[in-house]
């Protein structure tokens, strides 16, 4: 990836769930500075009020895909954080890492190459490396590029 000006280190914020009030409160921030930032959507709530237990987030509206896409054009980034926000374990992380890959990139139509795992960090061993076989098989071209921690 380039980054603006040829710069080889660049700062960058993450939005967790990407609630759609970021538009209204911190977007203006980012053009003044000219500095895009970074969503981590969780891939079952595009563009519907969040609704996850034990969210302080639970209500809030979260962007839509076209909102995501605008944001892309800016130069935002995008990652996957999980398909509910719940905590990884080997029974879940099936769904919770490969599927919510592909729902991501169904719902938004764009590539998403970095996952954000969610709620903390003993899930992080079981989304880098999700138990069952066929979460292997699919993982070779599903799972995301990179892991970073919520
Ligand atoms: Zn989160």
Not at 110 to 125: G, H
Request: glycine content about 6%; proline content about 5%.
């Amino acid at each position: 990836m380039a980054w603006k000006d040829g710069k080889r280190w660049v700062y960058s914020i993450t939005y967790d769930e990407g609630c759609e009030a970021l538009l209204d409160h911190a977007l203006a921030v980012h053009h003044e500075f000219a500095l895009p930032g970074h969503v981590a959507l969780v891939a079952s709530r595009i563009g519907v009020p969040r609704d996850v237990p034990g969210s302080s987030y639970d209500g809030m509206m979260i962007l839509s895909s076209e909102q995501i896409h605008m944001l892309c054009a800016e130069g935002w980034g995008v990652s996957c954080h999980g398909m509910t926000h719940v905590r990884t374990t080997p029974e879940n992380a099936d769904h919770e890492v490969v599927a919510s890959h592909r729902v991501l990139e169904a719902a938004l139509e764009l590539p998403v190459t970095m996952f954000c795992v969610s709620s903390n960090n003993e899930s992080y061993a079981h989304c880098e490396s999700p138990p069952t076989s066929s979460a292997r098989q699919r993982n070779a071209t599903a799972r995301p590029d990179h892991l970073i921690t919520d």
